[in-house]
């Protein structure tokens, strides 16, 4: 969520920044074209037009690009806050099959077997991964450790491409 808010306000900024620079410049520019249309002849009255309407386009094409990334920024962040609920649903699933584990709970309880097959599917690569000690009915289920640790880094993984495609370079 964090990173959607600094999107946010990055796009912000750097939109209001684009936006007094351009103003700026166009100041500049009609007043120097102004300052200079009296003491022009028709020929170079013709040039600065051509000139003013060539600058009128690229500022217009600027301003279309400029919304475009924005507009694919905030899509790929809509993108990224599903991909981040969905990988908190799995944590969250993970973590309490582990407590469950860890503190012994009965096989046949129908929770247990719940919490069992809706986390199957995610664990089921990392079983017997490595030794998972136990005690009595206790047991402290390290390849599932393994696998949260596993799906946190592919969820950052994925959340940094993601960056990558909101975010355009604008530096070396």
């Known amino acids: 969520m964090m990173e959607d808010e600094k999107l946010a306000i990055d ?24 300052r200079k249309a009296d003491r022009l002849n028709p020929v170079e ?55 469950l584990e860890l503190i012994g709970a009965r096989e046949s309880n129908g929770f247990k077997n719940f919490i069992d097959t809706i986390a199957s599917p995610f664990l089921a690569p990392f079983r017997g991964l490595v030794a998972d000690p136990a005690s009595g009915a206790m047991q402290l ?21 993601l960056r990558l495609l909101a975010h355009r370079k604008t530096a070396v």
């Open 11 to 34: 796009e912000s900024r750097r939109m209001a920044q684009h936006e007094a620079i351009k103003g700026t410049v166009r100041e500049e520019v009609h007043s120097e074209i102004a």
């Open 45 to 99: 009255k013709a040039e600065a037009d051509q000139m003013a309407g060539e600058l009128k386009s690229k500022a217009v094409h600027e301003v279309r690009e400029t919304e475009t990334e924005i507009e694919r920024a905030r899509g790929v962040a809509r993108v990224s806050q599903v991909i981040d609920y969905i990988f908190y649903v799995i944590y969250g699933i993970i973590a309490l099959e582990i407590i």
């Open 141 to 161: 289920r390290l390849s599932y450790i393994v696998a949260l640790a596993v799906y946190l880094l592919l969820h950052l993984a994925i959340n940094g491409l």
